[in-house]
C-alpha cells in the first residue's frame, strides 16, 4: 500500500469510528508502541491493535485537523477529531512500513487545539487599562509546549501586544520545575529591569488574576527568527555574546523563583513521564518510547550512562553547581530568540534556571546548528569567546554531556522512530558529533 492510500484509510477509518478494515494495512506481526492517558500500551497483531484504536474513537466525528507527512517508508500525521460527545481528541502517529505493510506503529496523545477557552468575565479594561484602551482581544492557539493561553491585543493607539496567562502548576513544564508564574515574578521583581541592554524580554506589565498571571509583551513576532532562514556565524556569535552579557550580570548571584538546575535537568525524563501519566500534553507521552529509541541508536557504553543521568541527573546537576551559576533562560533557541541592531530578544523565560552557561550552550546547539553556518565545534568556539574570562573547560565537558541528557530523547526517537528519512538523517548526524564529543566528556568527568 503507498503512503497516501494508508493516509487515506487512516484517516477514513477514524472519522467512522470503524477501525476493523484498518487491520488489512498491518504486517501479521505489527507492533503498536500507544501512550495514552494513563497508561502506555505495547501490542502485537493487527486484531489488538484495531481494537485499542477502536477504544480511542468510538463512534463517527468530525476531523477537524488532518496533517500528513508521506514518506516512502511510512507517514506521520497530526489528527484532531471531535466525536458525538463534543470531546475533542489529538493524537500524533508515526507508522513505519515494510514491503506496504504496516511494521511498526507508534500513537501519542496530544493537548487538543480546538474551542480555547473563552475570555474571562472581567473587562479587558480590568486587567490591561494601565497600557491604553484596547480595541481589540482574539485568543490565538498557541503552538508552545505548555498549553499556556494566548490572546492578542490590539490597543487604540495601534499598538500591538501579546498577553500570555500563567496558572501555576497547570502545565507539565510548570510542575516540572516548580514554576510559581516565573516569568511574571520576574517582571514584578525588577530582573527583567536589571537586564543587559543586550538581552530584550519584551516583557512591558504583568498582572495577576484569581491565583493566575498575565504577562504581556510587545508584539515581535517580525522580528523573531523564521522556520528555516539560516543563522550567519556572526549572527550565531551576536546571540551568544548577547546571553554572555546576561549570565555575566547575573553570575553567582541567588534570583529568586528560578528553576532549579536538576529540575530543568529532569523535565525530559523518565520520572516526569511517569508523573504526567494521566496528562494529555505529547511531550511527555514520548519520552519513554524515545528514550528507547535513544538506547537503540546510540553506542551502548554511552547509552547506558546518559540513561543512568536520565534516571537520576542529581550528581550531573550538583557537578555543574559547583562549576558556578547565573540566570540562564533555559530555552535559548530559535524559536525564542529575534536579532534587533544592539540587542537579542529573548522570550518566554517560564525555564528560566540558576544553572551554569554550558547547559544553555548544550540546549541551544541541540535545536539550532542545523541553521547555523558553523559546525558543532565552531560554535563551542563561539561560546567559549563570549564567555571570556569565565570559560571553564570542566564546565564546558559536564554540559556537553547535559546535552544528550535533556535532548537526547529526540535524536533518538527522530533516528529510530520517525518515518521522515530526512528526518532520521538528520538525527543521526547529530548523534555522530554528540556520541564521541559526550564520551570524551564523561571520560573527563569520571
Known amino acids: 500500500m503507498s503512503s497516501a492510500a494508508l493516509a487515506d484509510l487512516l484517516r477514513s477509518c477514524i472519522a467512522s469510528g470503524e477501525l476493523s478494515p484498518f487491520g488489512e494495512a498491518y504486517a501479521d506481526d505489527a507492533l503498536l508502541d500507544a501512550s495514552l492517558p494513563g497508561a502506555r500500551r505495547k501490542l502485537t497483531g493487527a486484531g489488538a491493535i484495531v481494537e485499542a484504536l477502536g477504544e480511542c474513537f468510538q463512534g463517527p466525528g468530525s476531523i477537524v485537523d488532518w496533517t500528513p507527512g508521506l514518506h516512502e517508508d511510512g507517514i506521520a500525521v497530526w489528527l484532531e477529531r471531535v466525536g458525538q460527545d463534543g470531546v475533542p481528541v489529538r493524537q500524533r502517529h508515526y507508522l513505519r512500513t515494510d514491503g506496504g505493510a504496516v511494521s511498526r506503529h507508534w500513537l501519542y496523545t496530544a493537548r487538543p487545539h480546538t474551542a480555547p477557552a473563552a475570555a474571562p468575565a472581567e473587562t479587558v479594561e480590568d486587567l490591561f487599562g494601565g497600557l491604553g484602551p484596547v480595541a481589540e482581544r482574539t485568543t490565538l492557539q498557541s503552538s508552545g509546549w505548555s498549553g499556556n493561553r494566548i490572546d492578542r491585543l490590539v490597543l487604540e493607539d495601534g499598538r500591538a501586544l501579546i498577553a500570555k496567562r500563567i496558572v501555576p502548576g497547570s502545565d507539565w513544564l510548570g510542575r516540572a520545575t516548580h514554576d510559581p508564574g516565573r516569568e511574571a515574578l520576574l517582571f514584578t521583581g525588577g530582573v527583567f529591569d536589571r537586564m543587559p541592554a543586550a538581552i530584550d524580554p519584551a516583557v512591558v506589565a504583568s498582572e495577576p488574576e484569581?491565583?493566575?498571571?498575565?504577562?504581556?509583551?510587545?508584539?515581535?513576532?517580525?522580528?523573531?527568527?523564521?522556520?528555516?532562514?539560516?543563522?550567519?556565524?556572526?549572527?550565531?556569535?551576536?546571540?551568544?555574546?548577547?546571553?554572555?552579557?546576561?549570565?555575566?550580570?547575573?553570575?553567582?548571584?541567588?534570583?529568586?523563583?528560578?528553576?532549579?538546575?536538576?529540575?530543568?535537568?529532569?523535565?525530559?525524563?523518565?520520572?516526569?513521564?511517569?508523573?504526567?501519566?494521566?496528562?494529555?500534553?505529547?511531550?511527555?507521552?514520548?519520552?519513554e518510547a524515545a528514550w528507547e529509541a535513544f538506547g537503540e541508536?546510540?553506542?551502548?557504553?554511552?547509552?547506558?550512562?546518559?540513561?543512568?543521568?536520565?534516571?537520576?541527573?542529581?550528581?550531573?546537576?550538583?557537578?555543574?553547581?559547583?562549576?558556578?551559576?547565573?540566570?540562564?533562560?533555559?530555552?535559548?533557541?530559535?524559536?525564542?530568540?529575534?536579532?534587533?541592531?544592539?540587542?537579542?530578544?529573548?522570550?518566554?523565560?517560564?525555564?528560566?534556571?540558576?544553572?551554569?552557561?554550558?547547559?544553555?550552550?548544550?540546549?541551544?546547539?541541540?535545536?539550532?546548528?542545523?541553521?547555523?553556518q558553523a559546525g558543532h565545534d565552531q560554535v563551542v568556539d563561539d561560546f567559549r569567546r563570549a564567555l571570556g574570562e569565565r570559560d571553564d573547560p570542566l564546565a564546558l565537558e559536564l554540559g556537553l554531556i547535559s546535552g544528550l541528557v535533556q535532548y537526547g530523547w529526540i535524536f533518538g526517537h527522530s533516528a529510530v522512530v520517525h518515518p521522515d528519512p530526512a528526518e532520521r538523517e538528520w538525527a543521526r548526524d547529530e548523534l555522530r558529533w554528540w556520541v564521541p564529543r559526550v564520551r570524551r566528556a564523561l571520560n573527563h568527568w569520571r
Open 210 to 287: 484569581d491565583g493566575a498571571w498575565w504577562v504581556v509583551m510587545r508584539d515581535v513576532s517580525a522580528d523573531l527568527l523564521d522556520a528555516s532562514t539560516p543563522l550567519s556565524r556572526e549572527q550565531n556569535r551576536f546571540v551568544l555574546r548577547s546571553a554572555a552579557a546576561m549570565w555575566e550580570r547575573f553570575w553567582d548571584e541567588e534570583v529568586p523563583y528560578l528553576s532549579s538546575q536538576r529540575d530543568r535537568l529532569a523535565a525530559g525524563t523518565l520520572e516526569v513521564a511517569e508523573r504526567e501519566r494521566g496528562g494529555v500534553d505529547l511531550l511527555p507521552k514520548q519520552f
Open 297 to 372: 541508536a546510540v553506542d551502548t557504553d554511552v547509552a547506558r550512562e546518559i540513561l543512568e543521568l536520565v534516571n537520576d541527573p542529581g550528581p550531573l546537576a550538583d557537578a555543574l553547581d559547583a562549576r558556578g551559576t547565573t540566570l540562564i533562560h533555559g530555552d535559548l533557541r530559535d524559536e525564542n530568540i529575534g536579532l534587533l541592531d544592539s540587542s537579542l530578544v529573548l522570550l518566554d523565560f517560564g525555564l528560566a534556571t540558576r544553572g551554569n552557561p554550558a547547559v544553555e550552550l548544550a540546549w541551544y546547539m541541540c535545536h539550532d546548528v542545523w541553521r547555523t
